[in-house]
């Protein structure tokens, strides 16, 4: 588990609208990766790559939430095709590749190699909201990367540091 709460997404809720993505099977069929059906599950085993990208582009597209690829997953369903022995994996694959593609912190890993100033403030910004649900997580991604990342991605990380934590993580990138 990585210590963050339920709390975070009922916030938001609270507070607004938090979009989910859907279209998975239509878009993985169209793509000929599956034909819908009893079997639909099977491609988070044997495509798991073309799932992660789904889900990447579903977040980039806007989703707030990933939801884990698992419809048709249980054992009469994939009893049909002989499959059921893979139940549990299926399921926990998918499961999987759904958080690892949430990660805000591997996703701004990802984003602080871009050369754009504009996904680098962006990156900053999705780093300052993550944290805001998981600080010590946002804390261990900035002790790792502050000293290397883009100024403008680390300015909009921290800004609602306090000073003393804000000229701690400025002065790890002037000692760059």
């Known amino acids: 588990m990585n210590g963050r709460s339920h ?3 009922m916030e938001r809720l609270t507070n607004g609208t938090v979009l989910g993505a859907e279209g998975y099977v239509f878009e993985l069929e169209r ?3 599956i034909k819908a059906g009893p079997y639909v599950p099977e491609v988070v085993l044997d495509f798991p790559d073309a799932v992660r990208e789904l889900h990447r582009e579903f977040l980039r597209a806007g989703s707030d939430v990933m939801v884990a690829l698992t419809y048709y997953a249980h054992r009469e369903k994939l009893r049909h095709v ?3 022995g893979d139940l549990e994996a299926m399921n926990r694959r998918a ?3 759904a958080r690892e593609v949430a990660d ?3 996703i701004a890993e990802i984003l602080l190699k ?3 100033d504009l ?5 900053g910004w999705a780093l300052r909201t993550a944290g805001s649900r998981d600080r010590q997580s946002l804390l261990a991604f900035l002790d ?3 000293a290397t990342m883009p100024r403008v991605a680390l300015r909009n990380s921290i800004e609602h540091f306090d000073k003393e934590e804000r000229d701690n993580y400025l002065g790890m990138k002037a000692k760059q």
């Open 144 to 146: 790792k990367h502050a």
């Open 95 to 97: 499961v999987r590749i």
């Open 104 to 106: 805000a912190f591997k």
């Open 31 to 33: 793509r000929g990766y």
């Open 114 to 116: 871009d050369d754009q």
């Open 7 to 9: 709390a975070g997404i």
């Open 119 to 123: 996904i680098h403030k962006a990156t």
């Open 82 to 84: 002989g499959r059921e």
